[in-house]
């Protein structure tokens, strides 16, 4: 169960919402957990990213004084790709581009320049690779865009003569494998990484190792595969070679079961975070299948309406990075969303912060 120690079926606690202005960038009034205090907490609200502007922070009234407006923001976020330096790379159908996103340096970008843009007609999965480059897929073409970190297309892979679709993909950094789910054929393909078929495993069905439209694929820190089966409104594991291991969920609204899942990714301690489009919630389960806690319920945000933190109207991708950031891409409201897991240092720090003295609990293990 890992450090997840009881189930807690979290909504919208009313409580604790964070709400703000639709029109300014996220405003902080004070930390947001699930479970609330005094349980200790497991996943803590950070920050919900609309454009630019919201990197660079501040109100949308001052920004407007100064004469400073928002450049680039999201319009339908999709799936997300990032490494260990701050950068995200988000994919965005409603305008044919990727997105990419430098916490850091507090920018936002267009990944590969002139070379992409118009040729993308779908933009779909996007990971990185153990050397820092991007692999960013067109569905429409079935194609795989390589781009360094100075944003030049080195290379473009076509797969389309071994797979119909591309989704939310995964890239063991290990084995230099590309995993691709391939809803079309319900089917996953694995290449490598320059692209030649290694592998490939599944069917259209409902049995064990078939699948009916498959859309995102994740790694845990073995290199086994897990595959979002979305009609199937189920999880399927398979070791790296592509042998089924298990599987978990079935379709139904309580809590542990899926609608329509999207993405999928994996924490430090290998909890697994599932994204349901039609729930509008984001679920974590243990590494055998239980479920471990549940956020999110369906939300739409549009101009002049409150902003709920944890609220989701037809959620897509999550990425999980090395700190254990959750960022999910909360496509009908035009955002990111992100979270933190309370994995054992951030506890820790947490119970500093309540008690600098050191005379609070001990984070549990």
């Avoid at 919402?17 to 902080?28: E, K, N, R």
């Avoid at 360094?148 to 679709?165: G, R, T």
């Amino acid at each position: 169960m890992g450090k997840f120690l009881k189930l807690i079926s979290a909504g919208l606690l009313a409580a604790s919402l964070l709400t703000a202005c639709a029109s300014t960038g996220p405003v902080v009034k004070k930390r947001l957990f699930w479970p609330p205090p005094p349980d200790d907490p497991k996943i803590e609200w950070l920050a919900t990213y609309y454009n630019d502007a919201d990197l660079r922070g501040g109100s949308s009234l001052m920004r407007d004084l100064v004469g400073e407006q928002s450049e680039l923001g999201f319009i339908s976020p999709l799936f997300i790709g990032g490494n260990s330096e701050d950068k995200l790379v988000v994919s965005d159908p409603g305008q044919n581009a990727f997105v990419v996103l430098d916490l850091n340096k507090k920018t936002f970008d267009v990944l590969g320049s002139s070379v992409m843009a118009g040729s993308t007609a779908k933009p779909t999965g996007v990971a990185f690779d153990g050397k820092g480059l991007i692999y960013a897929g067109d569905d429409r073409s079935c194609k795989v865009y390589v781009v360094n970190n100075e944003n030049k297309v080195l290379q473009v892979l076509d797969l389309s003569a071994d797979v119909k679709s591309v989704g939310a993909f995964a890239i063991d950094k290990m084995r230099g494998h590309l995993i691709v789910p391939d809803a079309n054929s319900h089917k996953i393909a694995i290449f490598s990484l320059e692209g030649k078929l290694l592998n490939s495993f599944g069917k259209k069905g409902g049995q064990d190792g078939e699948f009916n439209y498959p859309v995102g694929a994740a790694l845990d820190s073995q290199g086994n595969i897990y595959i979002s089966d979305s009609f199937n409104a189920r999880v399927q594991i398979f070791s790296p070679e592509g042998v089924f291991m298990s599987k978990f969920g079935m379709r139904g609204d309580a809590v542990g079961d899926f609608g329509i899942i999207k993405g999928l990714a994996l924490d430090s301690d290998d909890h697994i975070y599932v994204v349901d489009a039609r729930y509008s919630r984001m679920q974590v389960f243990s590494s055998k299948g239980e479920v471990l806690i549940s956020i999110g319920a369906p939300y739409s945000q549009t101009q002049g309406e409150t902003v709920v933190a944890g609220g989701f109207l037809l959620p897509q991708g999550i990425y999980i990075d090395a700190h254990d950031r959750i960022y999910v891409a909360d496509m009908g409201n035009r955002r990111l969303q992100v979270f933190q897991y309370m994995n054992e240092r951030e506890l820790k720090k947490y119970h500093l912060d309540k008690d600098p003295g050191g005379g609070g609990k001990t984070p549990a293990k």
